[in-house]
Nanobody
Framework: QVQLVESGGGLVQAGDSLRLSCAAS????????IAWFRQAPGKEREFVTA????????LYADSVKDRFTISRDNAKNTVYLQMNILKPEDTAVYYC????????????????WGQGTQVTVSS
C-alpha cells in the first residue's frame, strides 16, 4: 500500500502564491507517477498536473499552465505543487494521486489517493 498526505493549503488572495506538498510513504517503489487533481464546490474533480517519478516528464491542464509548477524531491518522497498568480477559480480541494504507470490525466488510472487539502482564493 501507498499512503499520500497533502499539506500546504490555506486561504489566500487573488494573485498570491501557495505551495502544496504531497508526501508519499509505504511501498513507494510501486509509484511511477504522482498527479494533482482538484474539486471545486459543485463541480467534478479535474486533472491539474502530473509528474513521472523517475524523470522530468510532466503534464499540465491548460487552465494552470504557466502558473503552476509540479516538482519532486525523490529523497523525501515528496511532490510539490507551486501555484502562482492564484485566481478565485482555483478554489478547490486539491488531491494528490499516484499510480504505477505513465503520466496520465485520467482519474481512473490512479490507484492511490490522499485526503485532500483545501485551497481558497479570495477576490
Amino acid at each position: 500500500q501507498v499512503q499520500l498526505v497533502e499539506s500546504g493549503g490555506g486561504l489566500v488572495q487573488a494573485g498570491d502564491s501557495l505551495r502544496l506538498s504531497c508526501a508519499a510513504s509505504g511501498r513507494t517503489f510501486n509509484i511511477y507517477t504522482i498527479a494533482w487533481f482538484r474539486q471545486a464546490p459543485g463541480k467534478e474533480r479535474e486533472f491539474v498536473t502530473a509528474i513521472w517519478w523517475g524523470r522530468d516528464t510532466t503534464l499540465y491542464a491548460d487552465s494552470v499552465k504557466d502558473r503552476f509548477t509540479i516538482s519532486r524531491d525523490n529523497a523525501k518522497n515528496t511532490v510539490y505543487l507551486q501555484m502562482n498568480i492564484l485566481k478565485p477559480e482555483d478554489t478547490a480541494v486539491y488531491y494528490c494521486a499516484a499510480n504505477k504507470g505513465r503520466v496520465t490525466a485520467r482519474q481512473v488510472d490512479y490507484d492511490y489517493w490522499g485526503q485532500g487539502t483545501q485551497v481558497t482564493v479570495s477576490s
